[in-house]
């Protein structure tokens, strides 16, 4: 892979920079707001990411995957409109029928479950068009999005609580103003390039794109459940504050790794694509190194760390932020590793890899949940346990047969 020395150290500065504000947003949010609106806020978006895992992560992944066929074909990019659109009158069509459900139940959250699918689409469109643009080469258009988006997210926070109480759903609102700023800035960059104006299109259909996005979505639920399904498990027994206390913390180390996991799959992954999938081995090999460097780092400044980006409370709970570091960095490894089988049309094979995972969650949880263990140290173990179990089990599946030089059945 080459890659200009220029856009090399502008991307990462850039990547820094997005890591930094969002960080800033973590420090601003988790001083105006108190560990139970905190919890609140979690699960409010964890519900909303319910939806992408269900129908929109699986659709990005096809899109991606078609990515440079369509580019090498001179088929234009609306060729995904299509797609699209079926997908945009599900999330509506399941979005009225919430809506119409909720009124008869409590009127009062029909504007907080409004906020909850809101957010899922903008999400995705954002997602979906800054990994075009990425794996188009269109680097800085993807990276100076990210750091708009943290720059607006944070004026629209310090806008609101001029006139609001700071609360779980004011903070909703302003990542969802910013989110939609962006998408609409996304829009009118993907607009212009040559990719989207070509005139002929491809035809995708519905059969083609289920067969290879059903692995994928049963996959995405799973990961759900093992990353964020601890949320609306320990919100009804009770546990919002312990909750809001641990995602609090963990997000800092968790977005502490991301900032390098980002950087890292910014500059590589586009290469697992052009190259087939035949770089796997060093972008996993590196990816491990990465990790290493950032629980290092950690080890040693990690009460610093934490009440840097938060507030004092939460520098007695720092050894947290590892819980973070080794999910976000699990999540890297697994990354690449389906990329890989998705390129050779084997994403059926993470099935398995994502079942193995969800048993260890529900055993973990079960083993906290009957023992009555349950504290802010130990409602991460189910998380990190699950995550160990999909890696180990993915990097076996790629890398022993990749070794021998056998395909995967």
């Not at 939806?51 to 096809?62: H, M, T």
């Not at 809101?118 to 269109?138: E, I, Q, W």
């Not at 900032?259 to 035949?278: E, M, R, W």
């Not at 290092?296 to 932020?321: A, D, G």
């Amino acid at each position: 892979m080459t890659i200009n020395k220029v856009v090399f150290f502008e991307i990462i500065f850039f990547r820094s920079l997005s890591i930094v504000l969002q960080l800033v947003f973590l420090k601003l949010y988790s001083n105006y707001l108190s560990v139970y609106e905190l919890g609140i806020y979690y699960l409010l978006v964890t519900l909303s990411y319910s939806i992408n895992a269900f129908l929109l992560v699986p659709l990005d992944y096809f899109q991606q995957s078609k990515l440079h066929y369509l580019k090498s074909a001179q088929k234009s990019l609306r060729s995904f409109l299509p797609l699209n659109k079926q997908i945009f009158y599900i999330v509506v069509f399941l979005m009225v029928l919430t809506e119409c459900t909720i009124f008869f139940i409590d009127s009062s959250l029909l504007f907080t479950v409004l906020l909850i699918f809101l957010l899922s689409p903008l999400f995705y469109f954002n997602t979906v068009v800054r990994g075009f643009l990425n794996n188009l080469d269109y680097r800085r258009n993807a990276i100076y999005t990210l750091v708009g988006e943290g720059f607006i997210k944070i004026s629209f926070f310090l806008l609101l609580i001029q006139y609001f109480n700071a609360s779980a759903v004011l903070l909703l609102v302003a990542t969802i103003l910013a989110t939609f700023c962006i998408s609409v800035i996304l829009y009118l960059l993907l607009r212009k390039k040559e990719e989207y104006l070509i005139p002929e299109k491809a035809t995708f259909s519905s059969q083609e794109v289920f067969h290879f996005s059903y692995p994928i979505s049963i996959s995405a639920i799973i990961n759900w459940i093992q990353m964020q399904g601890y949320r609306v498990l320990l919100a009804p027994l009770g546990y919002i504050e312990i909750m809001g206390l641990y995602t609090t913390v963990s997000n800092v180390g968790q977005s502490g790794m991301n900032a390098a996991s980002v950087i890292y799959s910014q500059l590589f992954v586009p290469n697992l694509y052009k190259t087939n999938g035949k770089d796997i081995f060093g972008y996993t090999k590196i990816a491990f190194g990465v990790i290493l460097v950032v629980i290092l780092v950690s080890t040693f400044f990690s009460k610093e760390i934490v009440t840097l980006l938060t507030n004092s409370f939460f520098s007695q709970y720092s050894y947290l932020i590892f819980y973070g570091i080794l999910a976000e960095g699990s999540n890297m490894i697994i990354g690449g590793l389906s990329i890989y089988l998705m390129i050779h049309n084997l994403t059926a094979k993470t099935i398995v890899a994502s079942w193995a995972g969800l048993i260890t969650f529900i055993v973990s949880f079960g083993f906290l949940y009957f023992l009555n263990i349950f504290s802010v140290w130990t409602i991460g173990l189910p998380i990190i346990f699950s995550q160990l179990g999909v890696v180990i089990y993915m990097i076996y599946l790629v890398f022993y047969k990749y070794k021998k030089g056998c395909e995967i059945e």
